[in-house]
């Protein structure tokens, strides 16, 4: 997060068009609105000119617009898809959007073809994304195919030559209110498909003049026409930046309506910014929309028993980097709120004095794949739970170090050197499971599936552990879901 309290010569503020991100973009807003600095330079796309000018004629600052060119070449759309996993190269990148099938596909991908391949996606911890990204720009590392999520598409350079697209769909995060058990998939805006893509070829790398873009499969042959429309559209520009309320505003509200209790002055001030930021005779109502109203709501009412805690500390409690909506999140914060409240000692979680994980870690280092209670890892899913365990416990460990550098006045989250000492130990056992994962002779899971064949994994990767079914929202059309039709599994052994 931008100091606002420290005066700069110059500032650069990075990636502009995030600004009007729908749960990010207060972060670019409260940077450029507020950052105390002579000069400040945005680099960014062009989507977000417009929004800069209204922004810069509203509040009195000059603004100079520099074009460049791309950092590295066009990026080409192959004619055609590849038509299965074996097709894959080296400088590859195979663009997935379940964190569930990427180790299903680095596991076909070694298992088809003779490169080894790294991983990156949002739940993996950073320091781990980029030693994935170390190995993989490494030419002498061995490592020259990527498998990784939207992840990939901000905040690392990779020496990427093509990006292979599994699906232009993702999950939107919503089920279809039909039918509760169907996952919704939304399709990928031409700005996210350009972003993504956009990682091929850059400047610096071997491919900086051959940057490609691709489908996975031949089966869905207007896949290609899609990708290639996306690629050649004119981004229409950003229509608001993003905006997070500051303590200020809250505590204003709040002390004109005392007896109001913090949930009740959250809704009244969603509902009352909603109504102004709508209204375009308000100034800069138009350009403007508030980030994450839900969640915010969402976190208030956690909350709301908590009296003891002032408006201010609240809301800023409620930009804390939980996932709402799961139980198990929603539980840990509240554990640690609620001490925080009661004016009580928090001591960092230790997941690694838990023996069986201690011995699982242990193991590790030692170059052994094995379980919490010491037996051996019988396929790829056994050592995908064990790293969605070790994800958990670095998710847990990065929510107590956000509190504790956000509230060190207070005196309470004690042990900032050992949440450092255990998000270490934890992000290296995930290092090295991923290191040891590369080239294993594991099955993907233990019912077997040793003899799927290339030609049943050229289109939808999910035939061993499927996600919940699903229905796709279509790119046009008049918005009606569609049933996205699952491949049955293939037995062992079997011809696809």
Known sequence: ?????????????????????????????????????????????????????????????????????????????????????RDIQAGDCVVVFSKERIYWVKKLIEDLTPHKVCVVYGA???????????????PSSGYDVLVATDAVGMG???????????????PSGETDPLDPSRMLLAPLSDSAIKQIAGRA????????????ATMLGRQRPMDI???????????????????FPEPEYIEALAASVPDASFKQVVDAFLAATTSSLSDSSQLGGSHYALCKPDTLASI??????????????????????????????????????????????????????DPGRRRLL???????????????????????????????????LSLWMWLALRFPECGLFVGRGIAAAEIEAVEGGLARLLELLTGTKLPYSSR???????????VSVCAHAPPPPTHTLGRSGGGAAQQQEQPQQQKAGGKA
């Open 156 to 170: 690392l350079n990779l020496n990427i030559r093509r990006v292979v697209f599994q699906s232009l769909s993702k």
């Open 448 to 458: 077997g599936g040793g003899g799927l064949s290339s030609d049943l994994i050229c």
């Open 201 to 212: 070829g850059r400047r610096n790398s071997q491919y900086a003049s051959s940057g490609a």
């Open 225 to 243: 026409h899609t990708l290639r429309d996306a690629m050649a559209a004119v981004l229409a520009p950003l229509e608001a930046a993003g905006l």
């Open 1 to 85: 997060m931008a100091n606002l309290n420290k005066r700069y010569d110059v500032a650069v503020i990075d990636e502009i068009q995030m600004i009007g991100d729908a749960h990010r973009g207060s972060a670019w807003s409260r940077a450029l609105l507020g950052l105390p600095a002579e000069v400040v330079h945005v680099c960014g796309d062009f989507t977000a000119l417009p929004l800069l000018r209204a922004m810069c004629a509203e509040t009195g600052d000059e603004l100079e617009v520099k074009e460049y060119e791309r950092a590295g070449g066009p990026i080409e759309v192959e004619k055609k898809g590849i038509s299965g996993l």
């Open 124 to 138: 993996l911890p950073s320091d781990t994304r980029r030693e994935q990204a170390h190995l993989f720009n490494d």
């Open 300 to 353: 208030a009412e956690l909350l709301e028993p908590l009296s003891v805690i002032n408006t201010a500390d609240k809301l800023r409690l409620c930009m804390a980097p939980v996932r709402m909506g799961i139980e198990e999140n929603e539980q840990t914060f509240l554990h640690f709120v609620s001490r925080f409240a009661a004016g009580v000692l928090i001591h960092p979680p230790r997941p690694t004095l």
């Open 362 to 396: 242990d193991r590790l280092r030692q170059g052994d794949m094995s379980n919490r209670q010491g037996l051996a890892l019988q396929s790829i899913l056994d050592a995908q739970a064990i790293m969605g365990d070790l994800e958990k416990c670095h998710q847990t």
